[in-house]
């Protein structure tokens, strides 16, 4: 079979509502087990039962298999992506390829070992990427799209596109501090009752 656009989009739409349905059913059935006592990460919360209990490993098991195979469908656009951006019309070249690729990883792998619940991971990614579509995107895209012989950059259409993305900014490191700050209070709050 031959790769088409239409197969990709079927093989995501049919992807993303598998995982849909599998989070939709781990969240209704790990709330309805402990009620208030869920906490943010649901396999803690279930370790505190029994943590060798045969059905908890497997779990456990299964996250790591679903994590380490979707790690190459994430990987491949955001290294695509970063291609395009840091080296645009370079021709293939493996040692790009492959710094690319590792750099991504650490930084996940740092993500993982250093951030204490998966609430701040999910902070973070709405902090980045809200603001960067809502504001930042279509103000560089405007100020990027339009030459500046149509329109020079000090006009006024350019000038709030400046302002709309600077907003952005803005929006995004209060956000990003407030979560730190967030972040810092509660490994105090951790290591002062312990």
Known sequence: ?????????????????G?????????IFGYLTFYANTEAELLHTYSKVDPLDSLILSVRLAVLVAVTLTVPVVLFPIRHALLEILFPGKPFHWLRHIAIAVCLLFSVNLLVIFVPNIR??????????????????PGLFYIRIIPSDL????????????CFT??????????????????????NRSHGGH
């Open 1 to 17: 079979m031959s790769p088409t656009k239409r197969r990709m989009q079927n093989i995501g739409h049919v992807s993303i509502l």
């Open 19 to 27: 995982m849909f349905i599998m989070y939709f059913l781990t969240a």
């Open 120 to 137: 701040y991971i999910f902070g973070i990614i709405g902090a980045t990427t809200a603001p960067s579509l809502i504001f930042i995107l």
């Open 151 to 162: 329109e020079p950059m000090n006009s006024r259409p350019k000038i709030q596109a400046s």
């Open 166 to 187: 600077a907003l952005g900014f803005i929006f995004m490191t209060m956000s990003l501090t407030f979560i730190g700050i967030d972040w810092l209070i509660g490994e």
